[in-house]
Nanobody
Framework: QVQLVESGGGLVQAGGSLRLSCEAS????????RNWYRQVPGNQRELVAA??????TYADAVKGRFTISRDIAKNTFYLQMNSLKPEDTAVYYC???????????WGQGTQVTVSS
């Protein structure tokens, strides 16, 4: 079973930066997309950034500030977050979606808190 391990969350002041990492325990077959989601208590989990083989997409709220990238050799992908705002405060989850039914992997979540 593949495990996704996240790191890089923490407390930062508004305007600061963080880089989240998501490392897979092994290489994953049939990846459709690598995604970052975030969730605030009481709200639904929302898609922040998505990376496929030929495109990247971002939620309007983070465009121009967040960048998703990957290092295939390290089985790791990242979310670089710049110009952070208090409204970016959430638990961030990485997700890998594959072509294989039932193989949709999630990280454990990492807390990002942005103080004003």
């Amino acid at each position: 079973q593949v495990q996704l391990v996240e790191s890089g969350g923490g407390l930062v002041q508004a305007g600061g930066s963080l880089r989240l990492s998501c490392e897979a325990s092994r290489s994953i077959f049939g990846i459709i997309a690598r995604n970052w989601y975030r969730q605030v208590p009481g709200n639904q989990r929302e898609l922040v950034a998505a990376l496929t083989s030929d495109s990247t997409t971002y939620a309007d709220a983070v465009k121009g500030r967040f960048t998703i990238s990957r290092d295939i050799a390290k089985n790791t992908f990242y979310l670089q977050m710049n110009s952070l705002k208090p409204e970016d405060t959430a638990v961030y989850y990485c997700n890998v979606r594959t072509t294989i039914i039932g193989s949709n992997y999630w990280g454990q979540g990492t807390q990002v808190t942005v103080s004003s």
